[in-house]
């Protein structure tokens, strides 16, 4: 009888450690984050998003479900830089060790990211709502998207390092996709002769630093506070003055003062979205690129 129930034991030990070996639960602060580990892992991970990339990253609403989730992972991915410190207290909440800050299953992939906007100063409540550890939107740089992925693939090998190779090649692959769009964006950027861009939040700073476009104003005066009539009346001269090439709007704010600078200073403002799921066109992050760069080089030849 006791050998029947320590062979019972044995099968259900078996079943469960292949199960946690052959595939990780994985749960991500942002859609694009899962995007790139499903890249990686394909079939090894079940994956899982907290927020969508049609919110607005900087607003997510919880839930009780994202709870549910963090209990069950083997793994969390967070974009860091304060972006998602909500969440903190759902990791805490769940009781989850295995993810806890400083453990193996919490990966934060911004740390070897080489931060734009880091505040010199000291912050205060007159900045609007600053990142106090700079500019957290690094993910549109397709520099820092290859960092993610190498740091995704590093981690899943120590998870799972039966699989290692396997999510070596699969990063391999993708770092050259990539490689091969990136010359082709370049080259289409390289046609603009008017490289002056704006945006209405202060999104787009990896991915015109890496571009080589130059970002000269925002609808937002400081960062998530509405412009005031003032300030609109100061954006409207500085822009005419300026005539950037285009107004990139991000599709989470209302476009209220966009169409009203855009009609003022005769510029176009093009409607784009920041993140994989964004729209339902965009399901990778080659697409979400795509769509950027050809929001600004639409009339170039
Ligand atoms: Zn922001």
């Known amino acids: 009888m006791k050998r029947g129930i320590f062979f019972i034991s044995l099968i259900l030990f078996n079943f469960c450690f292949s199960k ?51 209990r069950k992972a083997d793994l969390i991915v967070r974009i860091g830089m304060d972006l998602d410190s909500w969440v903190d207290n759902l990791i805490f909440t769940s009781g989850n060790k295995k993810v806890f800050y400083g453990e193996v299953g919490n990966l934060d992939v911004s740390l070897r990211i080489k931060k734009l906007e880091v505040p010199q100063s000291k912050i205060d409540a007159s900045m609007g709502e600053i990142h106090i550890f700079g500019n957290p939107h690094y993910w549109l740089s397709p520099e820092n ?115 009203f600078v855009s009609k003022s200073v005769g510029v176009r403002y093009e409607v784009v979205a920041l993140s994989v799921g964004g729209s339902k066109e965009i399901k990778d992050y080659i697409t979400l690129i795509d769509t950027i760069i050809e929001a600004i080089c639409k009339y170039e030849k």
């Open 145 to 259: 998207a290859k960092i993610i992925l190498e740091d995704i693939t590093e981690r899943l090998a120590i998870l799972m390092p039966d699989f290692k190779s396997y999510f070596e090649t699969n990063k391999n692959r993708y770092l050259k996709l990539l490689e091969e769009k990136v010359y082709i964006w370049k080259e289409k950027i390289a046609k603009i002769n008017n490289k002056k861009v704006v945006s209405y939040h202060k999104s787009f700073a990896y991915f015109c630093d890496f571009f080589g476009l130059k970002e000269i104003a925002t609808l937002e005066p400081k960062p998530s506070v509405p412009p005031s009539p003032k300030y609109i009346k100061y954006l409207i001269e500085k822009l005419k003055d300026e005539k950037p090439t285009v107004i990139l709007h991000e599709n989470f704010y209302s476009t209220k003062y966009t169409d």
């Open 20 to 70: 946690v070996k052959d595939k990780i639960y994985v749960v991500t602060t942002t859609q694009d984050l899962a995007h790139f580990v499903s890249v990686i892992a394909e079939d090894k991970a079940e994956v899982i998003t907290l927020s969508y990339g049609w919110q607005n990253p900087h607003n997510v609403e919880l839930r009780p479900s994202m709870v549910a989730n963090i």
